[in-house]
Nanobody, 120 residues
Framework: QVQLVESGGGLVQPGGSLSLSCAAS????????MGWYRQSPGKERELVAT???????NYADSVKGRFTISRDNAKNTVYLQMNNLKPEDTAVYYC??????????????WGQGTQVTVSS
């Protein structure tokens, strides 16, 4: 089974920055797109940013210009650099990966989530 482990969450003041990372581990797997999602209590999980294996990115309008998604294919790791954080960015952030093998194509895997709190 493929596992995704996020790290880098924490408490930051408004206007501050935080960097998240998520590493995929396992054997005999490949990854297409990777992404970051977030969820606040009582709200639906929403897309933050995605990145394809070729490096094409897509961002939610609410984070565009402030967040940057990147990946290291050799390390099976996706990153999210978050700048100019706002209180409304407070949420549990989850990474995802579109994982496939010769037997099981395009299955979404999710990390356990990491808490990001933006507060003074």
């Amino acid at each position: 089974q493929v596992q995704l482990v996020e790290s880098g969450g924490g408490l930051v003041q408004p206007g501050g920055s935080l960097s998240l990372s998520c590493a995929a581990s396992g054997s005999n797997f490949n990854i297409n797109a990777m992404g970051w999602y977030r969820q606040s209590p009582g709200k639906e999980r929403e897309l933050v940013a995605t990145i394809t294996s070729a490096g094409s990115t897509n961002y939610a309008d609410s984070v565009k210009g402030r967040f940057t998604i990147s990946r290291d294919n050799a390390k099976n790791t996706v990153y999210l650099q978050m700048n100019n954080l706002k209180p409304e960015d407070t949420a549990v952030y989850y990474c995802s990966a579109e994982v496939y093998t010769i037997m099981v194509p395009s299955t979404d895997y999710w990390g356990q989530g990491t808490q990001v709190t933006v507060s003074s």
